[in-house]
């Protein structure tokens, strides 16, 4: 989906007692607040934890599109279909390539374009803006953007390709050897905005005395880099790191519309392969069973991201 | 490059003490420097710069066998023959009434739901924050599937009242957290004055609090029209009437044409349905920036 802010984490742990004064502020508010809260709180329930709900359920049915059609429940029978399914390991397989190569590409390139950015160098500006750039981009008009890029005949990326005496010919998005690679470099394009903010935040607030005082010690650039940044910036890190892998492993229309999933399947990111066996072929609930293993792995990988959270805020 | 003696070294800024015998040494690290910036630069830079230089060439040029970097004159016919060819003025309308209805009603709702979460003591509070963390990560085909099913059911399948509504719903969890980060901000003493000096409570919300929270609100409403503008896979699930497709919807059926349409045209479509988007981002950049950076202070 679009990629979105993450959402500012907030200790929330034990609020400060505070007597509720003569408005009622800072006390639980009562009836109050659930007057406040319910017009917020109907359309989410209805909308979006009915369904969700609904959608776990679904894939524990044989639903199909269509109204009239009987749906009832069979059990693990889905999850049985899918495991034996060639297409569908393909996709997982695919999805977690995906996920993994662009969430590390991107974390390594956006530490370098981070670092670069917070120091003092001219043209800075520029820079910091252009980091913004795929962040303010609709993601189908980057997908769209990428394609022009790698046009074989028109675009940049073969004519840069032949001004180097290169064989500038690929079909970069419709060869089987090169559509992934090339959808994986569109991907981290367009998630670097974001690591490299989040990034560049977390080097700030490296406190610079502890750099000077080792520098004074005589601890080489890498020294400092790898004894003093990396640790402080690990919490950040790991932070960014889990939700890049969660929203590339959930990512929807750069890929859709960059190659629809093709060549022969050689991009078939999850998402897509259940939005077709949804909204193609119509079988709700094996799509919907599809959706419950992905939250499987996504609860996967929140678990470990929850670990290491409760692990460095212990140390 | 008289200044490389006084720049910092990388990573400790402020460092000024440069030894004679490093100073070589340093100069080698800036140009490495400078030359990483500029390779990331041309990453992240180019490919929007080919987009707009193809949005204004015309068919001849981007046929030739050599085709040339820059358009030969700024032309302007690929953006009216766009707006003209994919029924792309329909299609920006369509966006511009979801996005603007679904900002509305977000706006409307998630205000008073954050005044109360920002304000009062209640376990609402951990369930909307667990809620939020569950809405950037789940997937959505898990929830798009009934709700296309209740929705089907409501007649509400391509409508754009049904793309509204599910939008509102979807960009609401970030819309109120946003907004009741705004609230808490506000001083509660300012509002105890206010009561002290006599007003009711509608009172010195209207005449205190909305003023204060008026960034805030301009904040999060342009977050939720863009989150709209922007969006595609519930329009693609929900809208099939040609008629009724948003603009991402209308450039992606645009694409699967690129065989029979003008890459120009394509280009220049693109680069319209952009505008929204660079608008806020120019508007709220800073915000953004700080907004993440104190998130991740406290995170």
Same mark, same amino acid.
């Given at each position: ?21 003569? $408005?009622?502020?800072? =006390?639980?508010? +009562?009836?109050?607040? *659930? ?6 709180? &109907? #359309?989410? @329930? ?114 840069? $390709?032949?001004?180097? =005496?290169?064989? +500038?010919?690929?079909? *970069? ?6 559509? &992934? #690679?090339? @959808? ?132 | ?299």
């Amino acid at each position: 989906m679009t990629a979105t802010l993450n959402p500012p984490k907030q200790k929330q742990l034990k609020a400060p007692k505070r007597r509720s004064n003569a $408005l009622g502020l800072g =006390g639980s508010g +009562g009836r109050d607040t *659930w007057m406040l809260v319910l017009p917020a709180l &109907l #359309p989410v @329930v209805l909308f979006s934890v009915y369904p969700l709900v609904q959608g776990i359920l679904l894939g524990f049915t044989d639903a199909k599109a269509g109204l009239g059609v009987e749906t009832s429940f069979n059990g693990i029978d889905n999850y049985t279909k899918l495991m034996t399914n060639e297409l569908f390991w393909n996709s997982f397989k695919i999805g977690m390539i995906w996920a993994f190569t662009v969430t590390i590409l991107q974390f390594l390139a956006s530490l370098g374009l981070a670092l670069l950015l917070n120091l003092d160098l001219k043209f800075r500006w520029l820079a910091r803006t252009l980091a913004l750039v795929p962040w303010a981009m609709p993601p189908v008009i980057v997908a769209i953007m990428w394609r022009l890029m790698l046009n074989p005949t028109y675009g940049p990326v073969n004519g840069g $390709l032949r001004a180097l =005496g290169l064989p +500038g010919d690929t079909n *970069w998005l419709g060869d089987f050897s090169t559509a &992934l #690679p090339a @959808v994986i470099v569109v991907g981290v394009w367009a998630g670097m905005s974001q690591t490299t903010i989040t990034l560049l935040a977390g080097l700030q607030n490296v406190p610079a005395e502890l750099h000077e005082a080792a520098a004074i010690d005589g601890a080489g650039t890498w020294h400092r880099f790898w004894h003093i940044t990396l640790p402080a910036l690990r919490p950040i890190a790991v932070a960014i790191t889990t939700l890049d892998l969660i929203w590339n492993f959930n990512s929807f229309a750069l890929v859709f519309v960059l190659t629809a999933g093709g060549p022969g399947g050689q991009t078939m990111l999850p998402m897509l392969f259940a939005y077709n066996e949804a909204f193609r072929y119509g079988n709700f609930g094996y799509a919907a069973a599809m959706g419950n293993v992905m939250v499987v792995v996504i609860a996967f990988f929140l678990f470990f991201y929850l670990r290491s959270q409760a692990r460095s805020r212990l140390s | 490059m008289t200044n490389v003696a006084l720049q910092s070294q990388p990573l400790a800024q402020g460092t000024k003490r440069a030894a004679p015998s490093a100073k070589k040494q340093r100069r080698v690290a800036r140009t490495f420097q400078y030359g990483a910036l500029l390779l990331y630069m041309i990453f992240l830079g180019f490919p929007l710069l080919f987009l707009i230089l193809t949005a204004f060439k015309t068919p001849q040029e981007l046929q030739s066998a050599t085709p040339a970097f820059l358009p030969g004159q700024f032309n302007w016919e690929n953006f009216a023959a766009a707006l003209d060819k994919a029924n792309l003025i329909q299609a920006l309308g369509n966006s511009a009434i979801v996005a603007v209805s679904s900002t509305v009603i977000v706006t409307l709702i998630s205000l008073p739901a954050a005044y109360a979460l920002a304000r009062f003591k209640t376990k609402l509070r951990g369930i909307a924050t667990g809620w939020i963390l569950l809405s950037q990560v789940f997937p959505f085909i898990l929830i798009i599937i009934p709700l296309f099913m209740v929705l089907k059911q409501m007649g509400l399948i391509n409508s754009l009242v049904g793309l509204i509504l599910v939008y509102s719903v979807w960009s609401l969890p970030f819309a109120l957290w946003m907004l009741q980060g705004y609230v808490a901000s506000i001083p509660i003493e300012l509002e105890e004055a206010g009561a002290i000096d006599g007003g009711g409570r509608l009172l010195v919300l209207r005449v205190i609090v909305l003023p204060l929270l008026a960034p805030g609100l301009v904040a999060t409403s342009l977050f939720s029209f863009i989150s709209s503008w922007n969006e595609f896979f519930f329009a693609l699930v929900l809208i099939q009437d040609p008629a009724l497709q948003t603009i991402p919807l209308a450039l992606a059926r645009f694409v699967g044409a690129e065989g029979q349409v003008q890459l120009g045209q394509l280009a220049a479509a693109a680069l319209l349905a952009t505008i929204p988007s660079l608008v806020f981002f120019a508007f709220l950049q800073r915000r953004l920036t700080s907004g993440l950076m104190s998130g991740a202070v406290k995170g």
